[in-house]
Antibody
Framework: EVQLVESGGGLVQPGRSLRLSCTAS????????MSWFRQAPGKGLEWVGL??????????EYAASVKGRFTISRDDSTSIAYLQMNSLKTEDTAVYYC?????????WGQGTLVTVSS | DIVMTQTPLSSPVTLGQPASISCRST???????????LSWLQQRPGQPPRLLIY???NRFSGVPDRFSGSGAGTDFTLKISRVEAEDVGVYYC?????????FGPGTKVDIK
């Protein structure tokens, strides 16, 4: 059974950093691109960024709103994708989801809530 | 960026009756590989998104056949043939043809 479990969320002050994890199981993690998405309270869905599979280069893409502040990485040996979030802003407050790609985001985790507030 | 719009934004439906949601993109969603990467997701209250349809019309595993997708280019439609109580939620179209991936604003489906 495919499972994605996000963790690492919490309350953080503006300007600080946080690292989220997405732990995968039930499939060959290294074969898939992984994306992060987010949903601010009461709002719609927003794509945050993607990391390609190693066979596809392992490169990353980011939304303009997070480029230069957020970094996605992966550890295929442990089936974990990471979202390193630096210089956090109040507008980054959201539930963060991971999902596997590249073209049909078929499984989603339950999400982890990040609250950026002083 | 490709902007996705949806109509209606709210759809009160009678149980057992059909529902239809339209999604339009500001650019063609046909990828250079010939595929059109338009998906539909359902988000029930308090739940994560769930994939219903990918590549316009392909139902994901376990999705009831009352859900169907159609369209081409820049105009797409999700249809629910007979709405059931469990279909209440917000429906999003999403394009993954071009970066940045973008979503429609969502259509809230509830029961009259």
């Amino acid at each position: 059974e495919v499972q994605l479990v996000e963790s690492g969320g919490g309350l953080v002050q503006p300007g600080r950093s946080l690292r989220l994890s997405c732990t995968a199981s039930g499939f060959t993690f290294g074969d898939y691109h992984m994306s992060w998405f987010r949903q601010a309270p009461g709002k719609g869905l927003e794509w945050v960024g993607l990391i390609r599979s190693k066979p596809s280069g392992g490169t990353t893409e980011y939304a303009a709103s997070v480029k230069g502040r957020f970094t996605i990485s992966r550890d295929d040996s442990t089936s974990i994708a990471y979202l390193q979030m630096n210089s956090l802003k109040t507008e980054d407050t959201a539930v963060y989801y991971c999902s596997r790609g590249p073209r049909a985001y078929d499984y989603w985790g339950q999400g982890t809530l990040v609250t950026v507030s002083s | 960026d490709i902007v996705m719009t949806q109509t209606p934004l709210s759809s009160p439906v009678t149980l057992g009756q059909p529902a239809s949601i339209s999604c339009r993109s500001t650019q063609s969603l046909v990828h250079s590989d010939g595929n059109t990467y338009l998906s539909w997701l359902q988000q029930r209250p308090g739940q994560p998104p769930r994939l219903l349809i990918y590549k316009i019309s392909n139902r994901f595993s376990g999705v009831p056949d009352r859900f169907s997708g159609s369209g081409a280019g820049t105009d797409f439609t999700l249809k629910i043939s007979r709405v059931e109580a469990e279909d209440v939620g917000v429906y999003y179209c999403m394009q993954v043809t071009q970066f940045p991936f973008t979503f429609g604003p969502g259509t809230k489906v509830d029961i009259k």
